[in-house]
Structure formats: C-alpha cells, structure tokens
C-alpha cells in the first residue's frame, strides 16, 4: 500500500487511490474529508509521478485554502507548484492573463462589496430613484443573477412578476456599462468572465484543460450555476475531476449555492460515488440525533454517521419558562463545568439568529464569564440597536450632537451630509445648540428642505413629551413606531429579519429593566455603556455564534439555543419545502459541531415582537428522537416568569435529567461560598467586578441555590447567584 494513503480508513483510501474519470465522495460531518484531499493529491504526485503544475485544488474560503496549502507542504516536497486556491482567486489569475479577449485591460480593478453598492447607489441617484431598499434589492438581484450566469435581459425575462423588476433590470444595464468603462470587474464577475472567456475562446480553454489534469473541489455542496459551469468545462478534457461536499450541510442557499449540484454532477458526468460516514468528531450518542433528523430531508444521498468514539453523555433537551431562564441555565452549567475542569473555548452557544444574543451577553458579564460574538458584533453594537440607542440617547441630552447627526436622516428623510453642515455652521454663528437649532426655520436652508428638518425637530419634540409619562420601555417602543424605524428593514430578506428581532429584543431589554430595576432613561442608558464597553475579548472564551457562522468548527460542548417554532425553523420556512430543508441542514450542522456534550433548548414563552409569547418547540425534536414527537404541540398559556425562578426540564427516557440545583460541582471554593449564605444579610455592603460596589437588599433561596439582590449605587437592583457571581464582601 503507498506510504502516502496509510493513514486513511479504508473508506477513505478507496475513493483517494480511485485516481482516473469523475468521482464523487459524499463526506459526513467530522469523516476527514481534508485529509483525504490532502492524501490524494500526494498519492497522485509522489505516487503516480503526475507533476504538481497538472493539479488543481479549489476550495471555498482563504483560510481552507490556507490549511491545504501547509498539510499539502507537510507531505509532498513541489507542493508550491500546485495551483490551490479559492474559485475567485483561480478566476482572477486567469482573467488577468487574458482580458484583453472579452475587452479588458489586465489591469483591472476587482470591486468590492461596499464599492459595488456605492456604484448601484450613484446610479439609483441618477435615475432618481430614492431610498436604500431599491439599491439593496438591485445589489442583491444583479450578483443572484450573475451566480446563475443571467444577463439583464435574461434575469428579468426569468423574474417577471417581481416588483420593481423593470428598474432593476435598468440599474443592472447601466451597472455592467459603468463597470466595463472603468475597467472594472465585481466579485460576482470574475466566476462569470471566466466563463464567458472559457465559452468564447476554446483555445485558452484547452490550454487550461491540458494543463489541470487532476482537478479536486472542496465543499461541492456549496457551488452555485457558474461555479459548476467553470468545473464542467475544466474536466471537458479529462474527466478527472474530484469532487468532495455534504449535501446535508448545505446552509447558503441564499447566496446562491445549489445543493442539487451534487445530484447533477453523478447525472453529467457518470461519477462514482463513495460515503464517508465514519465521524471522527461526536459521540454516538450526538450522531443519532444529526442522523434521525436528516433523514427527514429528501434531496441528499442517503448516509448515515457512525462513531467509535462510545456513546458519550445522552443529550440534555431544557426547557425554560423565558429567555431569561434559559440564559440562566446556559451559563450557570458553563461555570459548573469549569469549576471541574473545562475551559471556556471549550463551549459555543449556538442560535438561528443573532438576536438571542443580548439576554445571554448580559448573563456572561453578570457573571464574569469572558465571551466572543465569533462572525458579528455584540448586541449592543448592532447598527440597527444602536440607532433605537441614539434616539435615546438624544431625548436623555439634547447636547448630544454626535447621536443627533446619526439619526437626523435615518430613516431617511432626505436629510444630507450638506445639510447637516449648513446647520452646524448656522448653529456656531448663532450660539444655538443642534437639538433647538432643528425645531425652528434655519434660513440658510431651502423651504424644502427646512421643512423636513423641522419635521424632524417636531418628532424629537413630541417623543420628549412623552417621555415625562412614560417608562423607558414604553418610550422605547413609542420610539420605534413613531420614526418609523422598522420600515428601513421591510424587505423579506434574512438580513432584515435578524434585525428585526434585534429591534424587538432590544425593546425586551427596555421591558427587563423596568420590572427588575425600574430607573430612569439616564440609568438604563447607563446599563446600556455598561454591556457596551465590556472587557476587551479573551482568547479563551465562549463561543457565541449563528450556526451558519460556525460551520466548520467544533467544540467539546454546544449549546443550540431558541429551539421554537418560528426561529429554528424561521417561520418564513415552513410553508417552503426547500426552506425547511435548509432549515434542518442548519440544525443539522448545529448538533454535529459537538464532540462530547450537546444541549439543546427553548422557553415556554419569549419575547419578541413587543410581547411576551407563548412558544412552541420546534418541530425538529421530534424528528431527533420519536420519543420526544410530544414537545410539538399547542402552546400552553404562556407564564410570564424571569431569571431565577425553578425551571423545569423536559426529559424522556435517554435523555439526561438535570436541574439547575442539581448539578455537582468539584469546585471547593463555590461550594463554601454558596453555603455562607448566612453571611449575607440585608444590608450588607458588597463590591462585584463589573457593577462596583451596592447593598444586598435581599436573599431568595432556590432549592440548592441562593441568589443576592443587590442595589448597586450605580447600576440599581441586580439579581446575581451567589455561588458563581464575582462578589466579595467589603
């Protein structure tokens, strides 16, 4: 057997020595598909003597790019010589060797996202098309379009009866006109160029196909129209082509990836096929979940992943009565278990949407527990957050000119950058500040625009007579529904509705503030900077994360949090058979990111959309396990409780049943203070890492567990658990 293919399973060797014609290897998650790769290529260069120039390599992202380059280095000696990169890179080196073919220069500029949607822009302003919608759904439409290979013409003949079609269909003409008379190309364009140049000149065609003799793709489920059009004729030739992906963890379908490429592939080419279902990664008893739920899905070549790694703890299913709940026990398990050993890079909390970030957040700084948002911002530093924040902020300080201009033209309101210049200058020769300056004619500005200012003057002026009869909550909300914020984000799109939810969630937090804490607009806005500017990240934190954000990854235990209908799956998918399977890819990619311990969870009630909910468990539990087809059923009427109350958990018959006050701890020190709680009595002064110092006003036992309320003098009443809070008396 060749030194090289050793230290494969026999799964994996089988489909590495299978060197001539089309094969395909449908990888399970955690089966080694990277080294099989790496393998393969060193089995066809050192092995079969085939020179490193004739290999192609292409993956999906810089960094796999990367980490083939470095396993591919470690095994073979002329591993530079192999051409490994990302399709976009790939397509950028060949274009730049033959531009002048379809009418560019060599030196052409490569947009990025943000230049590309400034050049859409500048074309919406010209046509005299107002508002960020038309702009972010023609973006969106032109790089769907050029994903599917589609010109102006073609996409619009194949969307008909979409609105506003005919203009995008404008705005995309003029686009490419713009881009070719800059010599400019966007990302989307260097898969699509590269083909138009394949299909136009069949000369640097078969060079290319002379030259990759071997070709290899990585992550196959992931390509979209064109990207499977460059691979099918590359192999033209040949027929060497290699492809390795998972159907079922396709999760981009929104960005273009066709997971029925797969099936084409085996059609188009007669490939072979080979299973790697051996995981390397999770636990017996984590897999039965991932493979009882993905066999739901009907578009995949049946598979199913074994482990020999034992059957591991039983999954853990919890149910909390609120979001607050359901934090609590996400981070009072975490702390047990560091206390016995594990580290906090060892746990990532993982959730559909971003939005279930906030109440989690605020548990990990309570309890001085380190954390990173991996792959997006923290809760409070959402935009769309920070611009409800800014409103706030505003009514709270009229001088506050830097939220001021942040809000004064979103939503817009035709309010421009020149505009806001003419006020401040009207505002230093007048001596008025910019919050009284706005609620009166400034005569340096046209009738026109002066009277959009005033109506702006006018909405802060009405929102701050609110604001002396109402809670920061209610304010809150008044705020929302009177600027008019939510209608930035009306487009049905999975970007709005995430923040969306921010915005509802922000609200929740207004809501917990008031009946925990009840201050004023100036504390809460405290709190707000105090969640804001937290500790500068650690290296060895917990992972928060959306799932599509930690594909790839793995760790000992995962959390997968908001189990309910209407998040995980969205709502908006349950009616669409092809959504709903993304759906359960997603979740599928969510449990098989476990190594060791896997929980999952949901709340009796949550709040969202300006209201406490019921919540129904998500229709995918049952589907893990026929024992627990029982949890999706109507709703209960909803309990309105918060943090610290007796959660209960859902269990069955293997699965594991564990309390909040039943854990174990083998930490010595917690156990002793969690005891002494005797020495905490109403008044006693105390000082938290976080919070300062304040006043225990009072002491709630629940079960094994005691909790302090504490009325820190700067930051109001905080109910902290005793046994894991950093507090100290003083």
């Known amino acids: 057997m060749p030194v090289t293919t050793d230290c494969l399973n026999e799964e994996q060797r ?42 192609l390599a292409i993956t999906f992202t810089n960094k796999a790019a990367e980490e083939m380059k470095n396993r591919l280095y470690s095994l073979i000696p002329n591993a530079s010589d192999i051409w490994v990169s990302t399709f976009h890179a790939m397509c950028a080196k060949i274009l730049r060797r033959h531009a002048a073919i379809i009418g560019y220069g060599s030196n052409f500029t490569i947009y990025s996202q943000d230049e590309s949607e400034r050049l859409i822009k500048q074309i919406a302003k010209d046509m005299r098309l107002d508002g960020d919608t038309i702009v972010k759904s023609a973006a ?78 990585d992550e196959f489920q992931d390509t979209n129209e064109i990207q499977y059009g460059l691979v099918r004729l590359l192999a033209s030739k040949n027929g060497n082509i290699f492809v390795v992906g998972d159907e079922d963890q396709s999760i981009y379908g929104w960005r273009g990836a066709n997971v029925t490429n797969m099936q084409k592939f085996i059609e188009d080419f007669g490939a072979k096929i080979y299973k790697l279902e ?125 939220a001021l201009t942040r809000i004064i033209n979103f939503p817009k309101r035709g309010i421009g950058d020149s505009t806001v210049e003419k006020i401040r200058e009207y505002c230093a020769a007048s001596g008025k500040c910019f919050y009284d300056a706005i609620a009166e004619d400034i005569p340096v500005l046209s009738s026109s625009t002066a009277s959009k200012v005033t109506a702006f003057g006018k909405l802060l002026h009405d929102l701050d007579e609110y604001k002396l009869v109402s809670t920061v909550a209610e304010l809150s909300e008044k705020v929302i529904e009177l600027a008019g914020i939510k209608t930035a984000y009306l487009e049905d799109t999975e970007e709005n509705t995430t923040r969306k939810l921010n915005i509802d969630d922000f609200v929740s937090s207004a809501h917990e503030f008031v ?28 992972y928060l994360s959306t799932v599509h954000s930690a594909k790839g990854m793995e760790f000992r235990c995962v959390f997968i949090v908001g189990a309910e209908e209407g998040l995980f799956p969205l709502s908006r998918a349950t009616e669409d058979t092809d959504e709903l399977e993304e759906e359960r890819r997603l979740m599928y ?96 002064r105390v000082r938290h890492k976080k919070f300062g110092e304040g006043t225990v006003v009072g002491v709630t036992n629940v079960g094994k567990n005691s909790y302090l309320v504490i009325n820190f003098d700067k930051f109001g009443k905080i109910t902290l658990s005793l046994a894991f809070a950093p507090i100290e008396k003083i």
């Not at 013409?153 to 079609?165: A, C, L, P």
């Not at 008379?181 to 065609?205: G, H, I, Q």
């Open 515 to 542: 009946k925990n804490r009840g201050g004023t607009l100036d504390d809460f806005l405290q709190e707000v900077t105090l969640y804001t500017e937290g500790d500068d990240e650690a290296s060895d934190s917990v």
């Open 589 to 684: 990619v969510a449990i098989t990111r476990a190594k060791e311990k896997l929980y999952l969870t949901y709340c009796e009630s949550r709040f969202m959309y300006g209201r406490t909910n019921p919540c129904r468990p998500s229709r995918f539990f049952g589907e893990m396990d026929s024992r627990l087809s029982g949890l999706y059923a109507k709703p209960k009427t909803f309990r309105d409780d918060y943090a610290n109350q007796n959660d209960d958990q859902y269990t069955e018959s293997g699965f594991t049943k564990k309390q909040i006050s039943g854990h174990s701890t083998g930490n010595a020190a917690v156990r002793q203070n969690a005891g002494n709680v005797t020495e905490y009595t109403e008044g006693t």
């Open 278 to 402: 051996q995981n390397y990664r999770s636990t017996k008893n984590i897999l039965s979940l991932a493979n009882n739920l993905i066999k739901n899905n009907t578009s995949r070549i049946d598979k199913k992943l074994w482990s020999a790694l034992g059957d591991g703890d039983s999954p853990v299913i919890y149910k909390a009565r609120s979001e607050a709940g359901e934090a609590d026990f996400v981070v009072n398990t975490i702390r047990k278990m560091i206390n016995d050993g594990y580290r906090p890079h060892d746990f990532a909390v993982l959730m559909r949407v971003n939005a279930l970030t906030r109440t989690l957040e605020q548990r990990f700084m309570q309890y001085a527990l380190p954390y990173k948002v991996y792959g997006g911002f923290k809760f409070f530093d959402r935009k769309e957050v920070k611009d409800v924040i800014a409103y706030l902020r505003v009514l709270s300080n009229h001088y506050d000119e830097e």
């Open 140 to 217: 969106r439409s032109i790089s769907s379009a050029k994903n599917d290979g589609l010109s102006p013409e073609e996409y619009r003949d194949n969307n008909i009866n979409y609105e506003d079609i005919e203009v995008i269909t404008d705005i995309y003409i003029e686009y490419e006109r713009r881009l070719k008379s800059n010599n400019a190309m966007d990302f989307d364009d260097l898969l699509l160029k590269t083909y138009y140049l394949f299909s136009r000149s069949s000369e640097v065609l078969d060079s290319y196909c002379r030259k990759f003799k071997y070709i290899h793709v």
């Open 14 to 55: 089988a489909a590495a020595l299978d060197t001539e014609g089309a094969v395909l290897v449908t990888a399970g998650a955690g089966s080694g598909k990277t080294r099989l790769l790496t393998h393969r290529i060193a089995h066809i260069i050192e092995d079969l003597g085939i020179p490193a120039y004739n290999v």
